[in-house]
């Protein structure tokens, strides 16, 4: 989701802060609230790198189960002997039923 005036003011103040319905944002740790030009700034920077990450949203949707991929990799014998063992013994303790 694109990035909001909300999320460049949590960005600029951290601590806790709420919007209300009205839009009303409150600082509920004593935060100095930041100026118009500095909440624009910001939101320009987190929409600039939201833009950039567009490749990453659409590829992510588009990949094998990360649960598909681990096991392709143990399979293929890309994991460490370390890490493999410990594979071999969950997939021992639990075999699929036939």
């Keep these: 989701m694109n990035p909001t005036e909300i999320d460049a003011i949590y960005a600029l103040v951290g601590g ?4 209300k319905v009205d839009g009303e944002i409150v600082f509920h740790d ?45 399979k293929k014998g890309a994991f460490s002997d370390e890490m493999a063992a410990k594979i071999k013994k969950v997939k021992d303790d639990n075999p699929k039923p036939s």
């Design 16 to 19: 806790a802060i709420t919007q």
């Design 30 to 74: 004593g935060q100095t609230p930041p100026t118009e030009e500095e909440i624009q700034a910001k939101l320009k920077e987190l929409q600039a790198d939201y833009d950039a990450q567009s490749y990453a949203r659409t590829r992510r949707p588009l990949y094998p189960d990360i649960g598909d991929q681990l096991d392709d990799l143990y």
